[in-house]
C-alpha cells in the first residue's frame, strides 16, 4: 500500500474566511462548518493564511467591542496541495502546531481543509512496511543531531530505540519524537543517559 495523499483524506471545502473578518464571523463559520481550521484568503480568493479555533478563542470571553474587531492573521500561509503525501502533511501541522491545514489548488485558492484527525484516520491504513518505510528515515534525520548515539530500528510500526545520551532530557526527547511520528504503533525505549537534568 503507498503512502495516502491528502486528496484520500481532506475535507473538501470551498469554505475560507476573508482576511479582514471579525472574530464573531470566524467563531460562526468554525462551527457552522465543524472544522477545527479555515484559510483566510485575500480579495482574490488566495489562500494567505488560516485560522484556528485557539486563534479566536481569546474573543469568546471579551464582551467589550473589541469582539467586533478584526483578526489579523500572523500565521503564514502553510497550505498543502491535494497530492502532497499524508505524512509530509501531519509533519507540517507538528512544526507549526496547527490542528489543521488548508488545501489549495495550483492557483491558491481552497479546495478544502486536512485535519489532525484525518492524518491520524490514514495513520492506521498503512502496512507495517510502509509504516516502517517512513518512521525509520525520518527518526533517524531528527534524532542525528541532538541524539547522534541513539539507533532507531523500526519493524511493525514498533519503533526501538537503543544507546544512550548525555542527559536524561534528551532521551525523553528521543521517545516523544518517536512517538509523534506518523504511523508509529509503539515505542519500546531502551535509552541509557549519563547525566540526570530533570
Known sequence: MAVPLVRDVMSPSHVAIRH??????????????????????????????????????????????????????????????????????????????VDGLPVVDPAGGPVGTV??????RASLQLTPAVRNELAGPLLRRVLARRAPHVRVDVADGVVTLTGWTERRSTARLAVNVA????????????????????
Do not use: F
Not at 499524508?86 to 502546531?97: E, F, G, I, K, S
Open 20 to 97: 479582514d473578518a471579525a472574530p464573531m464571523e470566524i467563531i460562526e463559520a468554525l462551527v457552522r462548518h465543524e472544522t477545527a481550521v479555515l484559510p483566510v484568503v485575500d480579495g482574490s480568493g488566495r489562500v494567505v493564511g488560516l485560522c484556528c479555533e485557539a486563534d479566536v478563542l481569546p474573543h469568546v470571553a471579551r464582551t467589550a467591542p473589541a469582539a467586533r474587531m478584526p483578526v489579523r492573521q500572523e500565521r503564514r500561509a502553510l497550505t498543502v496541495r491535494p497530492d502532497t503525501p499524508v505524512t509530509a502533511a501531519a509533519q507540517l501541522m507538528d512544526a507549526a502546531r
Open 115 to 120: 485535519a489532525r484527525r484525518d492524518v491520524l
Open 179 to 198: 512517538r509523534a511520528v506518523p504511523g508509529v504503533v509503539d515505542v519500546s525505549d531502551r535509552v541509557t543517559y549519563r547525566h540526570d537534568d530533570e
